[in-house]
């Protein structure tokens, strides 16, 4: 189990987490990016003021990558197609970068979405 700024995840095998910044954005902030099998995903915080959680949608119950990757452009830490997502959970909002790699880290980016745990920060 790792934990960076509140937010925790188990991650599969062959996974690790970065601790240097992939991005120049100081708001939203990254948080935690974790690569592994060619894939990296990373997770942002939206920051008051001006990010507020009730911005963002409620956390999905279960993460999905839906439609074609495409290109993404602010703050993301990668120059190719992928998927963004934005979720709130425990007054926080939230962007996720994901890019896949090799075969099979569909999988693993949804499971580490999907394991992830965030925790209320105080104000």
């Not at 990016?33 to 001006?50: F, H, Y």
């Not at 880290?105 to 979405?113: D, M, P, S």
Request: proline share 8%.
């Amino acid at each position: 189990m790792v934990t960076r700024a509140g937010i925790s995840v188990s991650l599969p095998s062959g996974w690790r987490v970065l601790d240097k910044r992939l991005t120049p954005c100081v708001n939203p902030v990254e948080r935690l990016v974790a690569t592994g099998n060619g894939a990296l995903v990373m997770v942002q915080e939206g920051l008051r003021p001006l990010f507020r959680a009730r911005d963002f949608d409620p956390r999905p119950l279960r993460f999905a990558l839906r439609g074609k990757p495409s290109p993404l452009e602010c703050c993301a830490p990668a120059r190719r197609a992928g998927w963004l997502l934005t979720f709130r959970d425990h007054g926080r909002g939230f962007y996720v970068y994901v890019y896949l790699g090799r075969p099979g880290t569909r999988a693993q980016t949804i499971e580490i979405l999907n394991r992830l745990r965030v925790k209320r920060v105080s104000s």
